[in-house]
């Protein structure tokens, strides 16, 4: 991977911003969904035991939605065929790099070393254990950070600090959402 391609996978594009911008509202619209509705057509005050039950009972009550449970079953087995499919093409490169160095050996002497045909796979591999700690660590203190900014906007009249409090859990969100795009795009573009 030269540097030109990663400085296209660090550096957003405007279509990029969008899509982070447009998951991050959906998050934010489907945690606070009853929130919204209340506000657009009821025009009530939110119910206050919604307000005091915290993001562990919103999150189990998200979990009682139909597809959430398909989608979470979906993600697991789907990092977990990744993880498996990492393993398979780490070992094909390795039993193919070995069959090519017996060809090459009894035809030239091959100054190839191990440690340079495991290089990108194990560098893959490490790169991949990131990207899990990126998204276990966004999951655990990310997304709860911005839920709250994002509250303290939601619940309270608009001032400029409830405004800025909106900027900051969106863009927070936008970033945390761009930052596992790119690793996941560099863990799975080295050449």
Known sequence: MTRDDLQKILIPTRAQLLVCLGIAALILGVFYREVWWARLFDNE?????FLEEGLGLQLARLSTLPFVGTL????FWGSIGLAAYLLYLAAHNAVTE???EVVIE???TNKGKLQDRLKQPLLQLSL???LAA???LSATAGLPLWLWLFERFLFNPVTPST?????AALSGLVANL???WALGQIVFDID
């Open 45 to 49: 005050l939110v119910p206050r035991p």
């Open 72 to 75: 979470v079953i979906a993600l």
């Open 98 to 100: 070995a069959r090519n």
């Open 106 to 108: 009894t035809e030239y």
């Open 128 to 130: 991949a254990v990131w």
């Open 134 to 136: 990126v998204l276990v």
């Open 163 to 167: 405004l800025g409090y909106l900027a």
């Open 178 to 180: 761009y930052a596992i």
